[in-house]
């Protein structure tokens, strides 16, 4: 098992977490659809958390059977950030939160977007996520059903509606925190490679 844990990321496709990963993203477009077009909420809230449990089992069965991947690593946050980003649309859309969040929240995303291109031409692995961004992940992830809940008059409405702001709050400044850990990251990363690049180059002069 320990040395499952270490293993390090394979090219292999056909995997248990990459299976989940593609379910979660697969159901995206069918979440957004029920909370836009029906207002189906309960089966927005079962998507929802199908796709919490999944993020969730994924990584714990990744480690587990030593299925770490390459894809796995990229399928994973795209699967989170689109269930965000959809999300936030329904959202804004249903004045369930206000635009301006939602902008905070996409905005750090499009902030940090040039960092991953730059990374990407150099030939350098995209960064792991931190714990940090995991936590911001967990809380808006958390927040958002919540949120769904507290939209309606329903008995438990009253209850979820502080919890809900309270992770969303939480979420957002960790959101905006890794964001700005990532961006120190990636330049430092870029500097260090443009040293190397520079030294090798003086070397073979």
């Given at each position: 098992m320990t040395a499952a844990r270490g293993a390090a990321p394979t090219d292999r496709v056909f995997t248990i977490p990459n299976v989940l990963s593609i379910l979660r993203l697969a159901g995206v477009p069918v979440f957004l659809w029920l909370l836009l077009g029906p207002h189906a909420d309960l089966a927005a809230l079962a998507v929802l958390a199908f796709a919490g449990i999944s993020d969730y089992l994924d990584g714990?069965?990744?480690r587990a059977l030593g299925q770490t991947s390459k894809l796995g690593i990229v399928l994973d946050p795209a699967a989170d950030r689109l269930y965000i980003l959809a999300t936030l649309v329904?959202?804004?859309?249903?004045?369930?939160?206000?635009?301006?969040?939602?902008?905070?929240i996409v905005g750090?995303?499009?902030?940090?977007?040039?960092?991953v291109w730059l990374?990407?031409?150099?030939g350098i692995a995209p960064l792991n996520v931190s714990y940090l961004g995991k936590s911001a992940t967990f809380c808006l992830l958390y927040a958002f059903p919540l949120?769904?809940?507290?939209a309606h008059d329903w008995a438990v409405s009253d209850v979820a509606r502080p919890i809900a702001w309270a992770f969303v709050w939480w979420g957002t400044t960790f959101y905006l925190?890794?964001?700005v850990l990532y961006g120190t990251q990636v330049v430092q990363v870029i500097r260090a490679d443009r040293a190397g690049g520079t030294d090798r180059g003086a070397g073979a002069g």
């Open positions: 714990k069965i990744a329904a959202f804004v859309l249903r004045d369930i939160i206000p635009w301006w969040l939602a902008a905070i750090r995303d499009l902030v940090l977007a040039p960092g990374l990407r031409r150099r949120l769904l809940i507290g925190l890794s964001g």
